[in-house]
């Protein structure tokens, strides 16, 4: 796809998701450089974010042929970022995080203050208790495993979840699983909160690692 | 999710587009991203607390030390640097068993309690992530730009994985132990954190499969309930989560021991092709110190100035701490602690009088092998075991 092409039907569905309010341009060059680093940013936030947070790519700074290496990497490990869009994506990070500029001052928190999903937290028991294992292994089937893999070990589309923090986070996961968060949709219409409680107990319930051929190699 | 994991995620605030293309980065708000200065001056920054880490990454959980977290023989582990490819398990979900399988007579499923039975062995240990440093190197290597603290002290007690190969009978042929952890990569794409050790540093009475940690019970963090501990060698031996030990013939084939966690076995230049030279796993950490104190762009009362500070190394142990001020001398520090392998020891050096203003004070270790901390270690493409002199700044009232 060329490049125009691509920033035609990229500038389309963000028309169709309609998030963005772009004010009149002052220059047409002004304005198509912007859509660019719009574009490249939007693809950046749906493809890059899916594995780790933004704070692993902003803390780098990177020549470009190092970016390049970079999003060439990510994509052979999964990024389902589109062929068209690597070089945008490539051009923003290395204009951004250039290694020409100076290293980013990170944050410092206290242990308890630190906001990830891996810190462990008294739990919020999910109530699996009753929970119907049949029914969340075939709703994840049909639901989920498309976008995960039919094991939970991450698919095209999303991360794995056997064994992740998030099992532990019964209100964020069922904020993800009924909101969406980017490309994972939400399920607001189509599953019932004992839905989600069947499939986070048979998520819990999988085994890893998964066993393999013991002599190992 | 709240606004301040929303930012470091990506997601910007809704300010005008305007002001956020003025910013230019992504997470800027967030991930505090917008200063200009270095992560030192943001550790001297907060000097007094003790218990506040460095925020790399929160997927996967990278947190550093603060230089101030490491004054002390033992790093407490709310203070202890964290790091891991693919984010700390839930590892609470399984009844946790480690089995030991391959070329072993006896295939083994240990539970805790059974692995508790075992004879305990406890050793005071640095550990250092092999890329404690890398944003110090130049030209940049990508990688998590780790400045100084991710390295930390512990005494930690398990079992001896040579315990645990015994039990099991090593067969005839045996030359190297995998390790697998608990924490699953994102994608079936990317390897798995399988690593191996060769059988021999597996038997050395040093290396632990370890359950605690400065006698508490070893914190998820920290690869709690069950990891490798290796002494004198660099933390990406140190395998977290441990489920599964292979006794092999061969080093593991996984990506993170056969392409990732290498150096060249003599230094390239930036930019030298790949596959100039063979490419070796790091195993042992080199000689490095630390300056705890004074911290960088802190200030202290004018009078003598305590600096004092850690230093460590791989084999043997550190035997002389030098310390330069301004453009003096080198001058010797006094070392505490009796050396033992593994273990870092602690040094302290008195400046009488400094004057009111600005100083810049460096230190280099010198180990019992003979080998000097350098003032810039050799450059290697993935920024591994940085040990250039550490240097800190500070201004005296």
């Given amino acids: 796809m060329s490049t125009v092409r691509y920033l035609f039907m ?19 060059d002004d304005d198509e450089a912007e859509m660019r680093e719009l574009l490249a940013r939007r693809s950046l936030e749906e493809n890059c974010l899916i594995c780790h947070t933004m704070d692993l790519i902003a803390g780098q700074r990177l020549t470009p042929a190092q970016w390049k290496a970079e999003v060439v990497k990510m994509i052979g490990w999964g990024s389902p970022l589109p062929k068209e869009a690597a070089d945008p994506v490539t051009e923003f990070l290395a204009r951004h995080y250039s290694d020409r500029e100076p290293t980013p001052v990170p944050t410092l928190a206290t242990l308890k203050d630190v906001d990830s999903y891996e810190v462990p937290k008294e739990r919020n028991a999910p109530a699996e ?3 119907d294992l049949k029914r969340g292994e075939k709703l994840y089937a049909t639901t989920c495993a498309n976008c995960h893999g039919p094991k939970a070990l991450g698919g095209d589309l999303g991360p794995a979840l056997v064994h992740k923090a998030i099992l532990d986070r019964p209100t964020d996961y069922n904020r993800i699983l009924f909101e969406g968060l980017r490309r994972m949709p939400g399920n607001k219409q189509t599953l019932k909160p004992e839905d989600s409680v069947a499939i986070l107990a048979w998520l819990r319930s999988l085994s890893y690692p998964v066993p393999l051929d013991p002599g190992g190699r | ?20 293309i003025g910013i230019g980065l992504i997470g800027a708000a967030g991930a505090g991203l917008s200063g200009r ?3 030192q001056g943001a550790s001297g920054a907060a000097a007094s607390d003790e218990e506040k880490l460095i925020v790399r990454s929160l997927r996967p959980l990278n947190l550093e030390a603060t230089s101030t977290a490491l004054d002390h023989r033992m790093t407490p582990a709310n203070s202890l640097f964290v790091r891991s490819h693919f984010g700390a398990p839930a590892v609470e979900l399984e009844t946790w068993v480690v089995e030991i399988v391959g070329l ?12 508790g039975r075992i004879e305990t062995a406890s050793k005071t240990a640095v550990i250092q992530c092999a890329g404690n440093g890398r944003g110090l190197f130049r030209p940049r290597v990508p990688g998590t730009p780790w400045e100084r603290g991710a390295v930390g002290q512990a005494e930690w007690s398990g079992v001896r994985l040579a315990d645990l190969l015994d039990r099991a009978g090593v067969q005839e042929g045996a030359e190297h132990v995998h390790f697998y952890g608990s924490d699953a990569p994102p994608s079936p794409k990317i390897s798995a954190f399988v690593r191996s050790i060769p059988i021999d540093r ?16 070893l914190p998820t963090l920290h690869g709690g309930p069950a990891r490798v501990v290796v002494p004198g060698w660099a933390g990406n031996n140190w395998t977290k989560w441990v489920r599964r030990i292979v006794v092999s013939r061969e080093e593991a084939p996984s990506f993170y021991m056969q392409t990732a966690y290498r150096m060249p ?9 790949a596959g100039a030279v063979a490419m070796l796993p790091v195993t042992w950490m080199n000689v490095k110190s630390l300056i705890a104190s004074p911290v960088q ?15 460590w190394t791989g084999r043997g142990h550190v035997t002389k701490v030098e310390v330069r001020v301004d453009d003096g001398s080198w001058k010797e520090a006094t070392l505490r602690d009796d050396p033992e392998t593994g273990a870092w020891r602690r040094w302290g050096f008195r400046l009488e009088s400094a004057r009111p203003g600005r100083h810049v004070v460096v230190a280099r270790a010198t180990d019992s092998e003979g080998e000097v901390q350098p003032e810039t270690p050799p450059w290697n493409k993935s920024g591994y075991l940085w040990n250039g002199y550490d240097t800190v700044a500070f201004e005296v009232k």
């Avoid at chain 1, 389309?12 to 220059?27: D, E, F, K, Q, W």
């Avoid at chain 2, 072993?104 to 692995?115: F, G, I, S, Y």
């Fill in chain 1, 10 to 28: 990229a500038a389309l569905s963000l028309a169709i998701v309609g998030s963005l309010m772009v004010p009149a341009p002052a220059r047409q």
């Fill in chain 1, 129 to 131: 208790a009753g929970a």
């Fill in chain 2, 1 to 20: 999710m709240d606004e301040a994991r929303d930012e470091a995620a990506g997601h910007v605030p809704a300010i005008s587009r305007r002001a956020w």
């Fill in chain 2, 37 to 39: 200065s270095t992560a």
């Fill in chain 2, 104 to 115: 072993v007579q006896h295939p083994l499923k240990l539970r805790l309690d059974e692995l």
């Fill in chain 2, 202 to 217: 597996a038997r050395d009475p040093s290396t632990l499969l370890a359950l605690r940690m400065n006698g508490e019970p």
């Fill in chain 2, 265 to 273: 076995r003599t230094p390239v230049p930036p930019g030298a092709p």
């Fill in chain 2, 297 to 311: 762009g802190g200030s202290v009362a004018s009078g003598p100035v305590e600096v004092r500070g850690v230093a």
